[in-house]
Nanobody, 127 residues
């Protein structure tokens, strides 16, 4: 079966760092844009970051720009989200999702267009 599995979430103090991983199985990850999304308590799921098939094009929500970095290692079928300078408002369940695309440099990710979703990993930022 085709699936994505997130890991790396946990409890961290404000200003701390976490690195999330998303591992794909059952399909070739390099055919897909990969997006990170998050859903905070009482809020709708929102886009965080997106990376193109070849990893050379990335996009970030303004709320995480300069603090988060998305990257991928297609040989390992894995995408990462490095999160630095974490804030309490970053607390959420983080999901990775894959969107099949024919464009090598397209970094767009739409929730309605994602083909596969992970089950999420919880990130809690609190003192």
């Amino acid at each position: 079966q085709l699936q994505l599995v997130e890991s790396g979430g946990g409890l961290v103090q404000p200003g701390g760092s976490l690195r999330l991983s998303c591992v794909a199985s059952g399909f070739t990850l390099d055919d897909y844009n990969i997006g990170w999304f998050r859903q905070a308590p009482g809020k709708e799921r929102e886009g965080v970051s997106c990376i193109s098939r070849n990893g050379r094009s990335t996009a970030y929500d303004d709320s995480v720009k300069g603090r988060f970095t998305i990257s991928r290692d297609n040989a390992k079928n894995t995408v990462y989200l490095q999160m630095n300078s974490l804030k309490p408002e970053d607390t959420a369940v983080y999901y990775c999702a894959a969107q099949k695309t024919y464009y090598s440099y397209d970094s767009s990710c739409r929730q309605g267009g994602m083909d596969y979703w992970g089950k999420g990993t919880l990130v809690t930022v609190s003192s």
